[in-house]
Nanobody, 122 residues
Framework: QVPLVESGGGLVQAGGSLNLSCTAS????????MAWYRQAPGKERELVAALTKSGRTQYYEDSLEGRFTISRDNAKNTVYLQMNSLKPEDTAIYYC???????????????WGQGTQVTVFS
């Protein structure tokens, strides 16, 4: 059973929007903080956004300028990433991840889905 399954990626014109979903299985979803990472070709995987188990506190990578919103529905074992005003530099494979917060910093477990491709063209 795949623990994390991402969906919602696609091809979109710059300025457009996408809403990514990640459904978790095999663990008690609400026991974990969740995050979205992305990896562009030739670059390291980077943390995009994370939120606490309750979803009340979120973290965002500084360069996003408020364009992305992370949320979760614990009843559906699902975390979302709403992406607005997309730019070509947002092109990457997006992965969700389970982890925890320590001293206000997100710490990941080595549990990944297959990722979902987001391609933004100008």
């Amino acid at each position: 059973q795949v623990p994390l399954v991402e969906s919602g990626g696609g091809l979109v014109q710059a300025g457009g929007s996408l809403n990514l979903s990640c459904t978790a299985s095999g663990r008690t979803f609400s026991d974990y903080a969740m995050a979205w990472y992305r990896q562009a070709p030739g670059k390291e995987r980077e943390l995009v956004a994370a939120l606490t188990k309750s979803g009340r506190t979120q973290y965002y990578e500084d360069s996003l300028e408020g364009r992305f919103t992370i949320s979760r529905d614990n009843a559906k074992n699902t975390v979302y990433l709403q992406m607005n005003s997309l730019k070509p530099e947002d092109t990457a494979i997006y992965y969700c991840n389970q982890g925890y917060f320590s001293n206000s910093a997100y710490k990941r477990y080595d549990i990944w889905g297959q990722g979902t491709q987001v391609t933004v063209f100008s």
